[in-house]
């Protein structure tokens, strides 16, 4: 059982490159997010998915995409990388049903230069 | 609208020192509150939560109390240890879509 995976652990990207993040979990959670975790402001929202086939804006969407197109999984991509787009970014999940706590992955460190 | 406020660190503290770590919070209705800790180099773990007011949240020595009064989930510990050097976010629990609002985190280092 290895909660959830990201990939890739660290990349660096030139300004308009693009590049997808995979989060992947093994627990069967309904629910998944992606975060971006900047110096002083905690963890932001980017986007969300309440279920398999739906995603919804977070407080930060702008410049990324989602999909979820497979329960396990959830792809946050960047279509034109910006060096406002260096953070380190996290994916989560959760169970429904009344489920709170959230499983964190390890994150991906994203450099654009 | 819903956010969290945390104490700035970082904090620096001997071992065996006393931690307090303040969070307080601003929501409609009566949100979950969640402390959440991150080791060096490593994602997000739950520490503990509370999800209803006066209860008490409380895991590997840590404790935090739901004050609906105040507004306030406090994070604390008697006895630090080497060991607790992380960062230490509060969180509060946004319904819709299962969301967390999270503080901007407080950096404790512990020191032997």
């Known amino acids: 059982n290895a909660g959830v995976t990201q990939t890739p652990k660290f990349r660096v990207l030139k300004t308009g490159q693009s590049m997808t993040l995979l989060c992947a979990q093994d627990?069967?959670?309904?629910?998944m997010y992606w975060y971006r975790q900047d110096p002083g402001m905690g963890l932001r929202l980017i986007h969300y998915s309440v279920g398999e086939g739906t995603t919804a804006k977070g407080e930060v969407p702008d410049g990324y995409n989602v999909s979820r197109l497979k329960k396990q999984n959830f792809l946050l991509g960047l279509e034109s990388a910006a060096p406002s787009q260096t953070s380190v970014y996290f994916c989560a999940s959760r169970a429904s049903g009344g489920g709170e706590t959230q499983y964190f992955g390890p994150g991906t460190r994203l450099l654009v230069l | 609208g819903n956010s969290v406020t945390q104490m700035e660190g970082p904090v620096t503290l001997s071992e065996e020192a006393f931690l307090t770590i303040n969070c307080t919070y601003t929501?409609?209705?009566?949100?979950?509150l969640f402390w959440y800790v991150q080791y060096p180099g490593e994602g997000l773990q739950l520490l503990l939560k509370?999800?209803?007011?006066?209860d008490k949240g409380s895991n590997k020595g840590f404790e935090a109390t739901y004050r609906k009064e105040t507004t306030s989930f406090h994070l604390e510990k008697g006895s630090v240890q080497v060991s607790d050097s992380a960062v230490y976010f509060c969180a509060l629990l946004y319904n819709q879509g299962g969301k967390l609002i999270f503080g901007q985190g407080t950096e404790l280092s512990v020191k032997p």
């Open positions: 929501a409609t209705g009566y949100p979950s």
């Open positions: 627990m069967n959670h309904e629910y």
């Open positions: 509370a999800t209803k007011a006066d």
